[in-house]
Each structure stands twice: as C-alpha cells, then as structure tokens.
C-alpha cells in the first residue's frame, strides 16, 4: 500500500481520536475532565486491536490494548447493534483501576461490524469508602467503589433506565456523574460517526486494508527501533515506600531482555500484592511497559496495537504487578505505573544511554476531598493532581513543574480551582533546589499551600516518594522528596498525617477531617540529576544561582565542591 494513502488514513484516524477528546473535555462537568484531561480516546478493530488514539493520557494509550482485547472476549459481538453503548471499569477484566471507565460504541457500515469507538475516562467520584475514590487505606477492591463488568448502558440508541439508576444511585455525585457519563458518550458518538463516514469513503474492504498495514507499519518501526538496542538482559529495580496499611517497602523489579527486534518485559521477584491499594492490574503492568518504550523510541511512531507486537509482559498472579481478586488497586495506575515505567527505563538506560532520562517525581500527590456546599446544599468531590519535577536528560535539564510520566495531566489553574471549591491557594511556586543535581539537573518540583474556606470537608492522599527520594542516573543525584503538612486553625505547628492523625503512612490515607481556617501544605517531588554534576557547564550553575533554581548550599556542597 503506497506511503501517501497510508499516512492519509492514520493522519484523519488520529485526528478523530483528538476530536473525540476535546468533545469529551469541553463537555464534561468535573475538573479531572475539563481542566486536566485525565482521559483517552481511541478507535478499534471488532478483535479488540487499537487502531489509532490520541495523544492524551500515556497510561490509558498503553493499558488500551489489553483492555480491549479482555472486553471482546466477554461481549457476544453477534448481540450488538447499531446505537449500543457498552461500559466496563472492572480491574479484574483488563482494566487498570475502578475510576477509569470505559465506554464502547460499535461501528456499523452495511450492516458489518467494522470496529468501536472508545474513550477510557478518571471518573471523580466512584462511591467505596472515601469521596472522590482514592482510598489510601482501601484493603480490598469493594473499598474503591462500584465495580461494573461490560454491560449495556445503551441499547439501540436507548437509555437503558436500570442501568442509569443503579449507576446514580452507588455514588455521592450523581448530577456530576452524570454529565461526565454524557460527555464521555458524546465522545464515542462522534468516533462512531466519523470512523463511519472515513470507511464508507473507502470502502469496507479497502479501509480494512489500511488499517491492517497502518499497524504493520507501527510493528516495523517499533522493531527497527528495538534492533538498535544491544542484545543482552537488563536489570533495575526500586520501590514503593509503604502501602498505606502496613509501613514497609514494596519492591518492583524488572529484567529486560533484549533478543533482535523483541522486548520481554519480566517482573519476576517483585513483591507479592500488598494488603493497601498500591498494587497494579495485569493491564497497568502492560501499560507502564509500553509506556516507556515509547518514551525511549521514535515518538511519530503510530500508537497502535501493531507497535507493541514485538513486546511481550510477564507479570506473576498475586504479585503486587498483578493483583488477584479481591486486592485493592486504587494507586495502582496512578503511583506504580510511574515507578513501574520508570524502572524499565532504568534497566535500558545502559544500553541507551543518550536516550535516557532520570526519573521524574513519579507520583501524582493525589488530593481527593469532598464535602456539601454550604449555598446548594449539594455535595461535591474532587480530585486534584500536583505536577513533579521531570528527570534531567543527556541534552537538557528536566521540565519543571509537569505532570508526572503516565499522566500527561495539566493541574487545574488555581482561579478555576478556587472559584468552584471552597478552598484558596496562599502559596503556589517552585520549591527552591528540588531538582536533583548533574551535568544536567533534575526539573523542579512544585509546592501550594490550601486554606480552607467555608465548609466542613474530609480528604485523602495518595503519593509516595515522602521517604524514598527519585534516583538520579549516570552519576546524577537524587531529586527531593514530597511532602504533606496540615495546620490547623489557631495553631502555628506544621503536622504530617501520621502526627495529627495516627496514620501508618504520611502519604497514604483517608477522610481526614478539615474544617474552615485549617491548611494543607503539598510538595511534590523534583526530578533526578543526570550525569556528573563536576560536569556542569558553569554557565548554567550560574543561571540556576540567579534564578533561585539552585540553592547556596547546593552550590557550596555539590557544585563548587565538583
């Protein structure tokens, strides 16, 4: 198939999977939607092969594939029409953790099945034992809200009421649930309509075609990538600071081996799946691998089921990268996947060093509260991100102040955040030499303080990296470490969780109570350093000094030293 027609086709699917994301994004009703894209949409083959997605949320693109493939083993194709809209959130059947709903619409040309359109979406708010979902102590996946197998929510273009109420009914938010649920609709709607009109343009056949070399194309390329990575087996690991029930280390160990334009991806001797809601599903385990091997290969690459052919997981049951029934696996897509997608990339970094990176914050510092507007008498949740440092690389220093690694998540800008919450943010910068030092330093984190304004609420956390700093490669130090403080009003005394609250962890918990006039201080994590910091050109420690990136005392003891 000639070059031109092929990148036509993919150009106008990719450009439908974006369509589909800016409909779902202006059209929802929570803030992890309209403000920070926590999302992706994609289109789909009847098998359940990806056939193209948008660039939204790396973690959702990787973990698409085994998702897909789970839900059409289980969906008796022969039962869908025209007009069915199908939803599925359950970790257990390929999906990555229960806020991340998945909605399914099938394509019809002359009366085949010629695919579905999808989009995968962070719902706010999912019931389970904490509002917005985020159950730092969950010990079991009935703590993280309601779980649902594929089942139709649309049949032949029509509610189907029963499944709407009992959707509404299980959570604390159901006008917002409600709107995002039709925002994420809306989306595949309009997949469904232009994945239609482009294959009716072609013709059955002929699109079917195209699609089949569009992810032959993506296998080819992702292969010639892998042949330029010497053969040979790759270790690294690193962990988890604690779960949230037991304060212990959690370890995630990965062996690359590298065989000619193949990839095995092993997690043998990893921790057994912990008691505390930290552990990934089998999809996250595949998600975060193929994350970073799209970091480290050629970014124009198609992301279709085709370029992750050459690259195969194995993950144990009842490992803490592959849960089993019933363990919880809330911060599994959001805390592991970064750490997860990060130790692949340390492993290859040997072998690919001017490709490598540091590791970036890798967490999210998750804040989830929720409590009842005092004017409304309606009760709202949120779900709030804080951006991380980014790890220096071979050319340049690491981004400030971005969304972590399987995120790609803009924060919520604080005018948008304190005119639809009751809370006001005193304090919202850069935290001074947070990035870890090297030739090329690690990206600086983030810090804001939150007062609380006029209501009663209760809040969760779920992060990590409060004990355990991010590693710096080749030579490079280790970024800061993030933090969580709270204050009550009349007092002048910064507290950790596990100080005002008896918690187990200072970095995962839930519903700790916050009243008007109490704050909350959050820093999130800077990036590692890469390369020696006696390699620094003097130029830039001299920049970083005048702009206050670069402590005195970092400069006394690491550079001036170096």
Same mark, same amino acid.
């Given at each position: 198939? +000639?070059?031109?027609?092929?990148?036509?086709?993919?150009?106008?699917?990719?450009?439908?999977?974006?369509?589909?994301?800016?409909?779902?994004?202006?059209?929802?009703?929570?803030?992890?939607?309209?403000?920070?894209?926590?999302?992706?949409? /994609?289109?789909?083959?009847?098998?359940?092969?990806?056939?193209?997605?948008?660039?939204?949320?790396?973690?959702?693109?990787?973990?698409?594939?085994?998702?897909?493939?789970?839900?059409?083993?289980?969906?008796?194709?022969?039962?869908?029409?025209?007009?069915?809209?199908?939803?599925?959130?359950?970790?257990?059947?390929?999906?990555?953790?229960?806020?991340?709903?998945?909605?399914?619409?099938?394509?019809?040309?002359?009366?085949?099945?010629?695919?579905?359109?999808?989009?995968?979406?962070?719902?706010?708010?999912?019931?389970?034992?904490?509002?917005?979902?985020? *159950?730092?102590?969950?010990?079991?996946?009935?703590?993280?809200?309601?779980?649902?197998?594929?089942?139709?929510?649309?049949?032949?273009? %029509?509610?189907?009421?029963?499944?709407?109420?009992?959707?509404?009914?299980?959570?604390?938010?159901?006008?917002?649930?409600?709107? +995002?649920?039709?925002?994420?609709?809306?989306?595949?709607?309009?997949?469904?309509?232009?994945?239609?009109?482009?294959?009716?343009?072609?013709?059955?056949?002929?699109?079917?075609?195209?699609?089949?070399?569009?992810?032959?194309?993506?296998?080819?390329?992702?292969?010639?990538?892998?042949?330029?990575?010497?053969?040979?087996?790759?270790?690294?690991?690193?962990?988890?600071?604690?779960?949230?029930?037991?304060?212990?280390?959690?370890?995630?160990?990965?062996?690359?081996?590298?065989?000619?334009?193949?990839?095995?991806?092993?997690?043998?001797?990893?921790?057994?799946?912990?008691?505390?809601?930290?552990?990934?599903?089998?999809?996250?385990?595949?998600?975060?691998?193929?994350?970073?091997?799209?970091?480290?290969? +050629?970014?124009?690459?198609?992301?279709?089921?085709?370029?992750?052919?050459?690259?195969?997981?194995?993950?144990?049951?009842?490992?803490?990268?592959?849960?089993?029934?019933?363990?919880?696996?809330?911060?599994?897509?959001?805390?592991?996947?970064?750490?997860?997608?990060?130790?692949?990339?340390?492993?290859?970094?040997?072998?690919?060093?001017?490709?490598? *990176? *540091?590791?970036?914050?890798?967490?999210?510092?998750?804040?989830?509260?929720?409590?009842?507007?005092?004017?409304?008498?309606?009760?709202?949740?949120?779900?709030?991100?804080?951006?991380?440092?980014?790890?220096?690389?071979?050319?340049?220093?690491?981004?400030? *102040?971005?969304?972590?690694?399987? /995120?790609?998540?803009?924060?919520?800008?604080?005018?948008?955040?304190?005119?639809?919450?009751?809370?006001?943010?005193?304090?919202?910068?850069?935290?001074?030499?947070?990035?870890?030092?090297?030739?090329?330093?690690?990206?600086?984190?983030?810090?804001?303080?939150?007062?609380?304004?006029?209501?009663?609420?209760?809040?969760?956390?779920?992060?990590?990296?409060? %004990?355990?700093?991010?590693?710096?490669?080749?030579?490079?130090?280790?970024?800061?470490?993030?933090?969580?403080?709270?204050?009550?009003?009349?007092?002048?005394?910064?507290?950790?969780?596990?100080?005002?609250?008896?918690?187990?962890?200072?970095?995962?918990?839930?519903?700790?109570?916050?009243?008007?006039?109490?704050?909350?201080?959050?820093?999130?994590?800077?990036?590692?350093?890469?390369?020696?910091?006696?390699?620094?050109?003097?130029?830039?420690?001299?920049? +970083?000094?005048?702009?206050?990136?670069?402590?005195?005392?970092?400069?006394?003891?690491?550079?001036?030293?170096?």
């Amino acid at each position: 198939m +000639d070059m031109v027609s092929l990148n036509i086709v993919g150009g106008i699917l990719v450009s439908i999977c974006r369509d589909m994301g800016v409909t779902l994004m202006r059209t929802s009703y929570s803030t992890i939607f309209s403000e920070s894209l926590d999302f992706t949409c /994609g289109l789909a083959l009847p098998t359940g092969e990806l056939i193209a997605t948008g660039d939204f949320c790396p973690s959702m693109i990787g973990g698409m594939p085994l998702l897909l493939r789970s839900c059409v083993q289980e969906i008796p194709l022969d039962e869908l029409e025209p007009g069915d809209v199908i939803l599925h959130n359950d970790p257990y059947r390929g999906g990555l953790h229960t806020p991340e709903h998945t909605f399914f619409k099938p394509v019809f040309l002359e009366g085949e099945l010629i695919g579905f359109a999808v989009a995968i979406g962070h719902v706010c708010e999912v019931g389970g034992m904490a509002p917005a979902g985020f *159950a730092g102590e969950a010990t079991e996946v009935f703590h993280e809200g309601l779980r649902v197998p594929p089942v139709k929510i649309i049949r032949a273009g %029509k509610d189907v009421d029963d499944v709407w109420r009992l959707l509404l009914a299980n959570v604390r938010t159901p006008r917002y649930n409600y709107g +995002d649920f039709r925002a994420l609709i809306a989306s595949i709607d309009l997949g469904e309509r232009r994945m239609k009109e482009l294959a009716a343009k072609h013709g059955v056949k002929a699109f079917g075609e195209h699609v089949h070399a569009l992810m032959d194309y993506a296998e080819r390329r992702m292969r010639a990538e892998i042949e330029k990575i010497p053969d040979g087996r790759y270790r690294f690991e690193d962990v988890m600071e604690d779960d949230g029930i037991e304060d212990k280390v959690y370890t995630i160990r990965v062996e690359v081996t590298v065989d000619g334009s193949d990839v095995i991806i092993d997690y043998h001797g990893s921790s057994p799946q912990a008691k505390g809601p930290i552990n990934a599903t089998l999809g996250v385990a595949h998600g975060a691998a193929y994350n970073a091997l799209l970091q480290l290969t +050629d970014s124009t690459i198609p992301k279709n089921s085709g370029c992750f052919r050459p690259i195969r997981i194995l993950a144990e049951p009842g490992s803490m990268l592959n849960v089993n029934f019933p363990g919880p696996s809330v911060g599994g897509n959001t805390e592991s996947h970064c750490r997860i997608a990060n130790a692949v990339m340390g492993a290859l970094a040997p072998a690919v060093k001017e490709r490598s *990176a *540091a590791t970036d914050g890798a967490t999210h510092s998750n804040f989830l509260f929720g409590g009842t507007d005092t004017e409304t008498g309606e009760f709202f949740c949120c779900y709030d991100l804080t951006p991380v440092g980014w790890g220096g690389r071979s050319f340049a220093d690491g981004n400030d *102040a971005v969304g972590g690694i399987n /995120g790609n998540c803009p924060h919520i800008p604080v005018e948008v955040f304190e005119f639809r919450f009751p809370w006001h943010m005193e304090e919202f910068r850069l935290v001074d030499g947070s990035g870890g030092p090297g030739q090329f330093r690690g990206g600086l984190a983030l810090t804001k303080t939150l007062l609380c304004t006029d209501t009663d609420m209760t809040f969760s956390y779920m992060s990590d990296r409060q %004990k355990v700093s991010p590693w710096g490669i080749h030579g490079g130090g280790e970024g800061a470490k993030a933090e969580l403080f709270i204050k009550r009003q009349g007092s002048d005394e910064w507290l950790t969780a596990t100080q005002a609250f008896n918690k187990v962890s200072p970095s995962k918990f839930a519903n700790v109570p916050v009243r008007p006039g109490d704050r909350v201080k959050i820093s999130s994590p800077g990036g590692g350093g890469w390369g020696a910091p006696a390699d620094r050109d003097p130029e830039l420690i001299r920049e +970083d000094m005048a702009d206050g990136f670069i402590t005195e005392e970092q400069f006394r003891t690491v550079y001036a030293q170096a």
